[in-house]
């Protein structure tokens, strides 16, 4: 009898988040596969085709260009991002806790507060080919620049670059998890006569890899669905260089009015994230170190 | 050992300076005359401090507006998602039942649902709804709890020693009671964390009021940000560097309030293993 009252009264607790997990997450995850098995916009009601909108996916170049865009923005940003991270993370632990590493971190964390649009703004201003405070400069050194977001060459990798600035988070983790890191293990490696290299490698990154993990897995889910710096700076241009698969989704269902297709896209590029989701964790199972639990 | 101590300093300190320097060259482009910055040699600071450019801004885009409409979203998610979250977190901390830990599990799975999976059908619902062109779909969802806010509030609440809360029920109280009375004023700071969050994720959020607002008067300040700078060919890039000075205040003034609090939050999220 009192069990009962205890489930009945945890299950109103928890009622508002089991309404919202069903109306705004289940729900739309199982509709709109269904949607992707139908021909179907806002004023005509869905009609089942089978796969087709999936044979035609891929059959469709833009298609291949934007999932060849966004595998290198996960690619070269993801590991990029991770290594500057950590890097912030190492330099910053050196400093113990003073007023400096506080004011550092401070400063490396901010960007992770401005809205993605006005840092998009700012590095297109910086970044214009004419009048660009970055080229005027490199011009001044006697450099001949790119047009950079106008260059099919280098408006990716600038793309990549400008995430950089958002890599607060994943460096605040990795601070904390360095200081976690017991200090008996470092002075026992100490004494045993461990170069610092060997020590960062052999203990520092074992122990902290769960974190790794964890920051490599959140980048690449949110990297898959990088959006608002190509739409906000390229529109996805130039020659569709920076086209991303959540602007295919976009454009498809928002501009084109075709949901059917842009549903069968969005879940293939669900299909994408799981998918590498569970290499990483699969990659990771036999180097990861959890500290003798489990 | 010193000079490799000062080595490390000098590249923390010159990487610092990169990090700045988008939003000093902000600052400055916003107080200048259009013409410093269009032409080569290079001014690293304005000719004169040009503050008309501010009032320009303001009326060049509805500036006030977008604010408020900004604001109006970023409030009531934050109120919304801090309660629902918390009342929800206690239901998945303190009270043992069947099913508890699955549930749980799956809350947090649907932290990796991409959200360009679920916009399609969310669209259509929000559509039956009549909710397209306003700004519910923004903030109604906020009032049923977000996953990673449920987490990190249930982190918190399993320390919070269970004596406490059966030494209450022992005085009559119940659940609810319990929540009110000792949960939530116990928790001022996980909550003011989480708060902070919603408020700044509300506050950049870019796609959803691109899906869902309609009506130009109704956008908000990310939205109208980036279509005034592709609405007019040659941007007045002085003009849209003063409003985009302006939205970021708000985010400075959360960041030289709390963003010892914020890195704490982050540290706190990060204790799944």
């Known amino acids: 009898m009192r069990k009962r009252r205890e489930l009945l009264t945890a299950l109103i607790f928890v009622s508002p988040w089991i309404v919202g997990l069903l109306l705004f997450q289940v729900y739309p995850f199982f509709k709109s596969f269904y949607y ?4 179907f916009n806002p004023i005509k009601r869905p ?11 891929l059959q469709d170049k833009l298609f291949w260009k934007s999932l060849w865009n966004t595998i290198f923005f996960v690619l070269i940003g993801v590991p990029l991002d991770q290594t500057v991270a950590l890097s912030l993370a190492v330099g910053l632990h050196g400093l113990r806790k003073s007023r400096l590493m506080r004011s550092l971190r401070g400063i490396y964390f901010f960007p992770i507060l401005v809205p993605e649009v006005v ?34 060459l280098w408006a990716k990798p600038m793309i990549v670059f400008l995430r950089l600035f958002f890599v607060g988070t994943a ?17 026992a490696s100490v004494i045993d006569g461990a170069s610092p290299t060997r020590r960062f490698w052999k203990i520092t990154i074992p122990m902290i890899s769960p974190v790794i993990l964890f920051n490599l897995i959140m980048d690449t889910i949110g990297t898959f669905q990088i959006f608002t710096e190509p ?29 059917g297709y842009a549903s069968a896209a969005a879940w293939l590029t669900f299909s994408m994230i799981f998918i590498s989701t569970l290499a990483i964790l699969y990659a990771a199972s036999k180097k990861v170190y959890y500290g003798g639990e489990r | 050992m010193e000079v490799k101590d000062n ?44 503050l008309r450019n501010y009032l320009d ?64 059908p969310l669209y259509m619902e929000f559509r039956k709804f009549g909710w397209i062109g306003s700004f519910k779909p923004l903030w109604v969802p906020a009032f049923f709890g977000s996953a990673w806010a449920i987490f990190m509030l249930r982190q918190f609440y399993m320390n919070i020693p269970n004596e406490l809360i059966d030494s209450a029920k022992v005085d009559g109280a119940n659940h609810f009671m319990i929540w009110y009375k000792i949960i939530l004023p116990s928790s001022k700071a996980p909550l003011a964390v989480v708060a902070l969050f919603q408020f700044v994720y509300s506050w950049k959020n870019f796609f959803g009021p691109l899906i869902f607002l309609r009506d130009q008067s109704m956008y ?8 005034f700078q592709s609405r007019h060919g040659g941007t007045e890039w002085h003009l849209l560097m003063a409003a985009a000075t302006l939205t970021t205040i708000p985010t400075l003034l959360v960041f030289i309030l709390a963003s010892r609090y914020l890195i704490e939050g982050i540290r706190l999220t990060s204790g799944i293993k």
């Not at chain 2, 010159?14 to 400055?28: I, T």
């Not at chain 2, 885009?61 to 629902?84: A, D, E, K, Q």
């Not at chain 2, 908000?220 to 279509?227: D, I, K, M, P």
Request: zero cysteines.
């Open chain 1, 36 to 39: 992707s098995l139908t021909d």
């Open chain 1, 47 to 57: 009609e089942l085709i089978g796969f087709k909108n999936y044979s035609w996916i």
């Open chain 1, 119 to 152: 840092m998009s703004l700012v590095w297109m201003l910086m970044l214009n080919s004419e009048f660009g405070i970055v080229n005027q400069f490199l011009e001044k050194l006697g450099f001949n620049p790119p047009a950079w977001f106008l260059s099919t």
């Open chain 1, 171 to 187: 460096m605040v983790i990795y601070l904390s998890a360095l200081n976690e890191v017991p200090k008996e293990i470092i002075e």
């Open chain 1, 231 to 259: 739409y906000v700076i390229t529109k996805g241009g130039p020659a569709r260089s920076t086209y991303t698969l959540t602007m295919f989704v976009y454009t498809n269902a928002f501009e084109h009015l075709d949901m």
């Open chain 2, 7 to 50: 080595m490390r300093k000098i590249v923390l300190a010159l990487v610092a300076l990169v990090f700045l320097f988008p939003f000093y060259w902000m600052v400055v482009v916003s107080l200048g005359n259009p013409e410093d910055f269009m032409k080569v040699p290079i001014r690293y600071l304005p000719s004169k401090l040009n």
């Open chain 2, 57 to 120: 801004a303001v009326n060049y885009i509805p500036f006030l507006r977008y604010f408020l409409n900004t604001l109006y979203i970023s409030l009531m998610v934050t109120f919304g998602g801090t309660l629902s979250s918390s009342f929800v977190a206690y239901g998945f901390s303190k009270i043992k039942w069947p099913g508890r830990d699955l549930l749980f599990l799956i809350t947090l799975g649907t932290m990796m649902l991409p959200p360009a999976v679920t916009i399609i």
């Open chain 2, 220 to 227: 908000t300040l990310s939205l109208g940000l980036a279509f």
